[in-house]
């Protein structure tokens, strides 16, 4: 099984767009009067890791202490409170001899996490000593998701398995076939009333039994075609989302689509290829296209409210709310938080520290006016954001000059 990193990804569809005079040039950001500035509370320097190896890493937290893992091993707690040395800010550090390609995912006072060996690992996650650890069939590359005393998580060879959360022993495992190309990465199981529902590489959304494994129902929401693997790929690579007792599933090449639960039929399906995780509220769906076009689209019936190509081709990381608004960060390390209603761009600042500038963020965590950053140049960052007084200080060019001091 061949399996595309993003990066490779994305120079095959520069190379088909060359094909057909067109070039994706990222889109030159416009001045704006930024109405938040954000001011780093604190940073500590990890290992650098390829962008590829990031897909499944994620921020996890408590109530003091914020957890990252790194494609070197490296597990790590940090305090949330500002600390005068970055000595200080670390709590424990655990390391391991395998790559950690997933996780951490925290539940009841332990951490878990995936590796590129195949292997599921919990710490506690007051020291960081290891509880447990489980072999599995291939890379755990699905961010662990706890739920009823259990863990899931699937493996890149097609598995999903249900594991014992107090110690990690096989309860149940499932096989799905996977083509032989593919996004890298997979998407974290979705857990909702003793169903699991997954998304798979071959198009379709299956609803399964976390009791029992079994299979519940199967719903297709993208069609392989064309002639190549790569024309091929419909990969469902975003995290699902439930709202409104609606499943959300955006396919790559494929659509945005909304499910019934009981079933699987579908609600409404739009014509949108993504792969990136989105977000929803209670009256719309927000998300980025292959392209980096943002659209919002009503929960209700899937009617466009609107779209923002503001930011095309700015190889935009994964969708999430930052309180009333959306927050979109680009692979040039500019943050553009986004007006819901309307999808104007409100806010924008730039993410840089001592160790680089346009760093390419993997994973961002927003909590309150906190919001914590995690690039691959292995910057860990804390930042706090507030309203801007001093508005135009943040209109910059790509170059991070304000505009007129070019």
């Not at 493996?155 to 190309?181: K, M, R, S």
């Not at 071959?202 to 024309?231: C, F, N």
């Not at 769906?285 to 980096?292: A, H, R, T």
């Not at 954001?385 to 910059?396: H, Q």
């Amino acid at each position: 099984m061949i399996k595309w990193t993003a990066m490779a990804l994305a120079a095959a569809l520069m190379s088909a767009c060359s094909s057909s005079n067109v070039v994706r040039v990222p889109t030159q950001l416009e001045t704006l009067n930024s109405t938040l500035t954000i001011e780093r509370n604190w940073q500590v320097q990890l290992n650098a890791m390829p962008n590829y190896a990031g897909n499944g890493l994620a921020f996890a937290q408590d109530q003091k202490a914020v957890f990252t893992a790194d494609a070197q091993g490296l597990i790590s707690a940090f305090k949330k409170a500002n600390q005068s040395r970055w000595t200080d800010q670390v709590i424990w550090q655990s390391r391991f001899d395998e790559k950690v390609v997933s996780g951490p995912t925290y539940f009841d006072g332990q951490l878990v996490v995936g590796t590129a060996k195949g292997k599921v690992v919990a710490l506690s996650a007051d020291r960081g000593e290891v509880l447990w650890q489980t072999q599995l069939s291939s890379e755990v590359l699905s961010r662990p998701v706890f739920a009823r005393q259990k863990l899931f998580t699937r493996t890149v060879d097609g598995h999903l398995y249900a594991l014992d959360a107090t110690n990690g022993q096989v309860v149940w495992v499932t096989e799905h076939q996977i083509p032989n190309l593919s996004l890298r990465g997979s998407a974290p199981v979705l857990y909702d009333r003793g169903v699991l529902y997954v998304g798979w590489e071959t198009g379709k959304i299956e609803a399964i039994s976390a009791e029992s494994g079994v299979s519940l129902w199967e719903s297709r929401i993208a069609i392989p075609s064309g002639r190549t693997d790569l024309e091929r790929m419909v990969d469902v690579q975003a995290a699902l989302v439930l709202k409104n007792d609606r499943l959300i599933a955006l396919g790559y090449q494929g659509k945005l689509a909304a499910l019934n639960l009981e079933n699987g039929n579908l609600y409404f399906a739009q014509d949108v290829s993504g792969y990136r995780d989105f977000v929803a509220d209670d009256q719309a769906i927000y998300v980025v296209d292959e392209d980096d076009v943002l659209h919002a689209f009503d929960l209700s019936n899937g009617t466009k409210l609107w779209s923002q190509v503001g930011l095309k081709y700015r190889n935009l990381a994964d969708l999430i709310f930052y309180q009333d608004k959306l927050l979109a960060i680009d692979g040039y390390g500019y943050l553009h938080w986004l007006n819901k209603t309307h999808g104007t761009i409100v806010a924008r600042a730039k993410h840089s520290n001592d160790f680089g500038d346009e760093n390419i963020v993997l994973d961002a965590l927003a909590q309150d006016d906190t919001l914590y950053l995690l690039d691959n140049k292995g910057g860990v960052n804390s930042y706090h954001v507030m309203p801007s007084d001093l508005v135009d200080k943040y209109a910059l060019t790509d170059s991070g000059v304000k505009r007129g001091q070019e």
